[in-house]
């Protein structure tokens, strides 16, 4: 229940998907958490329909994956087409490194459904529906929420918002949008099949040399498609039964299906100039829009969650710099930009395809080699002289720092050790040996206030042989949200990256 004055570590605006995850994960960190929606959860609007691997191991680490297993699907693969059924490119979907599926889809609704009810039974979070921020006093951290004729007043002095349409919150901020220079409007359609064996499970985009096309298994009976929108084409023509009929019928009859939902949408690049003003972050896509070619959205605003919250946690409990705050803008917007660029060649890489078949021209000569490479994920090598930006080893260039580690190590005699269970969203120093005598008692002590875990002994990295090798060298230093801070070496020791991770987040 609501009440005035009211007083909050976190007020979080936006009650989607991602809203929720955000709630979730603050309330693991034992954070009072408001969690406000100016909308009804079960309005219908455009939402997410996958995620990956690592989204799928941070909800395990707040204990709702095993929540959702029976609303989630697993496709086969994913594929380019072209329209006759050729492959262009195939990848099945396979157990990560981290013992997840690379890829999972599922039904929005059914999604939000489960994740609202883990957040009504978390006694951090408060969850309240229909209400807008109507006021806010950034001296005080008071926040003035607004519901129909009623106003009530509550105070925290962190706000996040993942609700891109919220006016008030883009209005105080003054953020601006760089326009990162695509735009393509699709017809999105969700379908329930009347028999679940008529569309294979997989998640497939169609280089149709005429219409782009794509389509996604939700679960056994429900599927989304999209179709690129012509030129000349308007959006209430493509709403249409059916003009919706007419596009599905290369797969189906209409007695075959029924229409859930039906609507067009932009896909487009767009990011703000800065994720943060003060206390004020954005999260999602009330920060940036990435076209869904790489199915990267809601990942991506996990991901800016993971880093945001364990500072949040680091300030109010544990004594932590109020600046280390600032990082978040400086790790998360490089990062975005770049996820950007790569969906967007991923969707010029669709459409080259699609004029190529137009035109008869050969696959090889129609796509330049670097749009392949960017778009199927290749990266190119870490320059030698940057360092990663943000809280990460500042004393001298670690190629490590920034990679997520392991989900898995193990210790003595071959035992097996979840590292997420075992660290639990703290700040960790991993070790072949024993990680006190390469430590100071000053600095073990102070590592202890911030609840940092210690292993030692520890054998191997599971899956990972290059941080395996690393261990023979030196100890890695882990942060909150499992991203290498740094490894030490012969000529960095433990204790020197120790007290540098001390000085600059204390």
């Known amino acids: 229940m609501l009440s005035n004055n009211d007083s909050y570590d976190i007020v979080i605006v936006g009650s989607g998907l991602l809203g929720q995850i955000c709630a979730l994960l603050c309330g693991k960190y034992n954070l009072r958490t408001l969690l406000i929606s100016k909308k009804s959860f079960n309005e219908n609007t455009i939402k997410e329909v996958s995620f990956d691997d690592e989204t799928a191991r941070l909800l395990d680490s707040i204990q709702v994956y095993s929540k959702i297993k029976d609303v989630i699907n697993t496709p086969k693969y994913t594929d380019l087409v072209t329209i006759e059924s050729n492959i262009v490119q195939r990848s099945p979907v396979i157990k990560a490194n981290n013992n997840f599926p690379s890829l999972i889809t599922f039904i929005p609704n059914d999604l939000d459904e489960k994740m609202l009810e883990s957040c009504s039974e978390n006694s951090n979070i408060n969850v309240i529906d229909n209400f807008i921020i109507s006021d806010f006093d950034s001296d005080t951290n008071s926040y003035s929420l607004k519901n129909g004729n009623s106003i009530i007043k509550v105070e925290a002095p962190f706000l996040i918002c993942s609700d891109e349409s919220d006016e008030f919150i883009n ?265 006190f005598d390469h430590l100071e008692s000053e600095t073990v002590s102070k590592l202890k206030e911030l609840n940092c875990k210690f292993l030692s002994n520890i054998q191997e990295i599971e899956l990972d042989p290059n941080l395996t090798e690393v261990l023979t060298m030196g100890d890695i230093i882990v942060r909150p949200d499992m991203k290498i801070f740094g490894v030490s070496s012969k000529k960095l020791t433990t204790e020197q990256i120790c007290k540098d991770l001390l000085y600059q987040v204390t």
């Open 171 to 435: 209005k105080k901020v003054n953020i601006n949008f760089d326009d990162l220079g695509y735009a393509r409007e699709w017809l999105l359609v969700d379908i329930s099949l009347k028999s679940g064996k008529d569309l294979e499970n997989v998640y497939r985009q169609i280089c149709d040399p005429v219409r782009p096309t794509s389509y996604i298994a939700l679960s056994e009976t429900r599927y989304r498609f999209q179709f690129q929108l012509l030129t000349g084409e308007k959006k209430e023509d493509m709403c249409s039964i059916s003009k919706v009929h007419d596009l599905i019928s290369n797969w189906l009859a209409p007695n075959q299906y029924n229409i859930e939902y039906l609507t067009t949408f932009e896909f487009k690049g767009r990011c703000a100039s800065n994720f943060q003003t003060e206390n004020i972050f954005l999260i999602g896509k009330a920060a940036y829009q990435i076209p869904p070619y790489a199915a990267q959205s809601l990942n991506s605003g996990i991901r800016d969650i993971a880093n945001l919250i364990w500072k949040i946690n680091l300030i109010k409990n544990y004594k932590g710099k109020n600046e280390i705050i600032y990082s978040y803008n400086i790790e998360r917007n490089t990062k975005i930009r770049q996820t950007i660029k790569s969906s967007i060649v991923l969707g010029q890489l669709i459409d080259s395809i699609s004029v190529a078949l137009q035109n008869n021209t050969p696959l090889e000569e129609a796509i330049a080699p670097e749009a392949r490479e960017q778009a199927f994920g290749k990266r190119s090598k870490l320059s030698d002289d940057v360092n990663e930006p943000g809280i990460y080893n500042s004393i001298t260039h670690d190629i490590y720092s920034g990679q997520r580690l392991a989900k898995n190590i193990k210790g003595k005699n071959n035992t097996l050790i979840d590292i997420d269970k075992s660290v639990g969203f703290n700040f960790a120093i991993i070790s072949r040996t024993n990680i």
